[in-house]
DNA sequence: ATGAAAGCGCTAACAA
DNA sequence: TTGTTAGCGCTTTCAT
């Protein structure tokens, strides 16, 4: 092993003991200038750094926060963690991040890796474990589940309303026949998936039976929505609403492909407004999920968790629409 | 702070040595069978778990490696990122990621924190910082820094040729005036940005003067390629080259805005093959970056540099040519 | 095959 | 304002 300069060779060189060393780093207690200054010099010129294992051992603190997510490229789901990552700075927390590939197996090693010590506090993102495991998996270390219906979560989301906007935008463009592609994935804290209550309960509302020919189920990503595309418009769909992006950009792919012009032969709307919403032709009207609110308020929630504050009530957002390019008046 | 139970309680509760629990756990000594299994259903009961600073400061090793990114989300960096962690997780260690979000400053300090006994290696993906920089900052801790041309990098990945293979299958579908979307980013082990020297040594090749109007340069992003697509039609371009998907999608966009068909009107071709290139509309043809390839290559040099091995000599990969449907035969 | 005990490098309570 | 000292919870050498 390296023979690191340590506390101590710092004492020593300056003339001062292991405490004041540490409490010229901490800075939580009053130092003599001329000491502070001769300390900060030597540690300076020893390139003296402080060894962390040892630092949060006595401490029995870790600066530390670590976060679980199934995937951080290519979807929303990453620029959530860096938007937390930016408020977990500045909070001087740094970020562990435990990416699982959507292996439940993954997540729940790292959730006992992470609170074995490693970190003062955890969040999850795992659709697929809920509050109560996550919460059992990190015994006594702070845990904050991101964004579910559960009274314990900071701040929910409410996706129903959220595709009721779209549908809106799309009804009073004349949209009638709307294609829908749902997810299977419903997490544990909701008995059934929210979007998809949030279509039925639009038609119910407007006076119809919603029309089981055009719900399909899909799995987030961009071939489900090519694959799916097809099927509805021969159901006669004018719009096809997806629940998240990556679909709606795979609907918009099937249209190219088959020279179905967008928006005039068919509306896309997408969920998300994940950055590829801005990246496509014709650019994606969508659903906007708050990131930079949801990661500061689940970020803040975790930090007065770890602090030992009560926690607040649940905050829930509202969605807002973003109108871009892909949705259009029904042909006549 | 939380009375955890430690490892005392449960060689206290086995009627064992804490050394032997110890061995138990790591099985770096033999054990009787029957010790072994009365000492885990003790573990079992009590549910302890080791904890994590004590363990590191006591064996020098935390097991973690830091990895320094400018951005995970959005672009070519996450996937390489989570490739990483796969490899680095198959190999027993956690990653321990730092996202700089373009901040030189962000970087510097993650290098320092991460070598202060947080983690057992590092790897730098940061642009602006030379391999020097690096290993000055990380001092004694194992530090490779990623895809530079520079001797110590495990693996290099020619860009240069990577550009000139991209231009052939233009040349060869007959385009003569293409279009370059240079970036302005050389990296500290280059002089010069090795896409454009690709470029231009291709046209110098083929007899030909590289026209000066059909170069500009970009910024890696969506915007850049948006708005010099109209520019380089207008010099003349019947094929747009850009450094980088994002801005090959740039051009997609502007040229669907403005109803110039790709790729009957206009041939485009992007660099890296990013997710996105697969997901739009004609899906982009691109140069590959070999993501596992590098990933693995790069986490296993370092793993040996932790190991103490010598390194092995710089391996250089070749590019490969992914044509998909934005290039086609010149208009006539 | 097992135990005893000496640290790892730091923080924080207590003393001065 | 500063120093002394007892741990933090584990690994590991040395003994047995």
Not at 144 to 153: F, P
Not at 159 to 174: C, N, P
Not at 308 to 316: A, D, H, K, L
């Amino acid at each position: 092993m390296n023979m690191r300069v340590k506390i101590s060779d710092v004492a020593k060189v300056a003339g001062v003991s292991s405490s004041t060393v540490s409490h010229v780093l901490s800075g939580n207690r009053p130092i003599s200038p001329e000491v502070c200054l001769r300390v900060r010099q030597v540690i300076e010129s020893l390139g003296y750094r402080p060894n962390y294992a040892a630092k949060s051992l006595a401490s029995h603190r870790t600066m530390k926060v670590g976060v679980v997510s199934d995937e951080i490229s290519n979807s929303i789901s990453g620029v959530l963690v860096e938007a937390m990552n930016r408020y977990l700075r500045e909070n001087g927390y740094s970020m562990l991040l435990g990416v699982c590939e959507f292996k439940k197996e993954n997540a729940i090693n790292y959730l006992r890796e992470f609170s074995s010590g490693m970190v003062d506090g955890v969040i999850n993102m795992i659709g697929s474990v809920s509050v109560q495991e996550a919460a059992r998996e990190c015994k006594t270390v702070p845990t904050i589940t991101y964004l579910r219906a559960h009274q314990e979560c900071p701040v929910y989301y409410d996706r129903t309303s959220g595709i009721i906007l779209a549908l809106e935008h799309l009804w009073s463009l004349g949209h009638r026949k709307i294609g829908f592609i749902a997810v299977s994935d419903t997490n544990p804290e909701t008995a059934v998936e929210e979007r998809e209550i949030g279509y039925r309960q639009f038609f119910v509302r407007m006076g119809m039976q919603p029309d089981e020919n055009l719900i399909v189920t899909g799995n987030n990503k961009i071939e489900s929505g090519y694959i799916y595309a097809e099927k509805l418009m021969k159901a006669g769909a004018t719009a096809i609403m997806a629940s998240n992006d990556m679909m709606a950009v795979g609907v918009l792919q099937w249209a190219h492909q088959n020279q179905v012009r967008v928006p005039d032969e068919l509306s896309v709307a997408g969920f998300d407004d994940a950055p590829i919403a801005l990246a496509v032709a014709p650019t994606l009207t969508t659903v906007q999920m708050p990131i930079d609110i949801l990661a500061e308020k689940t970020v803040n929630a975790l930090i007065s968790k770890i602090k030992g504050e009560t926690p607040r009530q649940q905050e829930v957002l509202v969605p807002r629409l973003i109108i871009r390019n892909s949705t259009g008046k029904v042909k006549s």
